[in-house]
T-cell receptor, first 114, second 113 residues
Framework: AQSVTQLDSQVPVFEEAPVELRCNYSSSVSVYLFWYVQYPNQGLQLLLKYLSGSTLVKGINGFEAEFNKSQTSFHLRKPSVHISDTAEYFCAVRRSGGSYIPTFGRGTSLIVHP | EAQVTQNPRYLITVTGKKLTVTCSQNMNHEYMSWYRQDPGLGLRQIYYSMNVEVTDKGDVPEGYKVSRKEKRNFPLILESPSPNQTSLYFC????????????FGPGTRLTVL
């Protein structure tokens, strides 16, 4: 079985400041890792994903994430946030073979203040 | 345009009155699923389907039914809704690869009185 822990339920930050949203996972097999974003009153959309190769993954809207296998983490970062980044962010994992059922974290609410 | 559609977007109903939330995708995806989203609990999977006529329970299936008679459609049925099923529901689809992105519908906000 796999699990995902998003360590912060809410992250307040001022506009133009850097931000890191933390995600740790647990799995006995290799996984693929995803970050999704949910803007207010919308469904989830993919920000970025890690499948293999370079551990630094770049996504849309200036976000990036780094896969750290030894720490089983996949933290999401942005060097300078905008008001429009205010949203709910979900980390997710899927096993790389066998079951395709994803497991989602509980979400982190990023609140960007002017 | 590739998309997942859900209807209705908003629904207020009363306890015990059967309802169906429809979900349709136009990407020829094999895999479809339903989630509910509740504050502090994140996304929890209700049911999923690997293909036509193949469905299975997720983490919170009690009180829900699904069917997959066509590849593009995956309706969620609440035969006797109760207030604890008040939630935000999302349908999602993806092709049959673990690396593939899930595409989500816009959500259905259900209130059961």
């Amino acid at each position: 079985a796999q699990s995902v822990t998003q360590l912060d339920s809410q992250v307040p930050v001022f506009e133009e400041a850097p931000v890191e949203l933390r995600c740790n996972y647990s799995s006995s097999v290799s996984v693929y890792l995803f970050w999704y974003v949910q803007y207010p009153n919308q469904g989830l959309q993919l920000l970025l994903k890690y499948l293999s190769g370079s551990t630094l993954v770049k996504g849309i809207n200036g976000f990036e994430a780094e896969f750290n296998k030894s720490q089983t983490s996949f933290h999401l970062r942005k060097p300078s946030v905008h008001i429009s980044d205010t949203a709910e962010y979900f980390c997710a994992v899927r096993r790389s073979g066998g079951s395709y059922i994803p497991t989602f974290g509980r979400g982190t609410s990023l609140i960007v203040h002017p | 345009e590739a998309q997942v559609t859900q209807n209705p977007r908003y629904l207020i109903t009363v306890t015990g009155k059967k309802l169906t939330v429809t979900c349709s995708q136009n990407m020829n995806h094999e895999y479809m699923s339903w989630y509910r989203q509740d504050p502090g609990l994140g996304l929890r999977q209700i049911y999923y389907s690997m293909n036509v006529e193949v469905t299975d329970k997720g983490d919170v299936p009690e009180g829900y039914k699904v069917s997959r008679k066509e590849k593009r459609n995956f309706p969620l049925i609440l035969e006797s809704p109760s207030p604890n099923q008040t939630s935000l529901y999302f349908c999602a689809s993806s092709s049959f690869g673990a690396a593939d992105t899930q595409y989500f519908g816009p959500g259905t906000r259900l209130t059961v009185l």
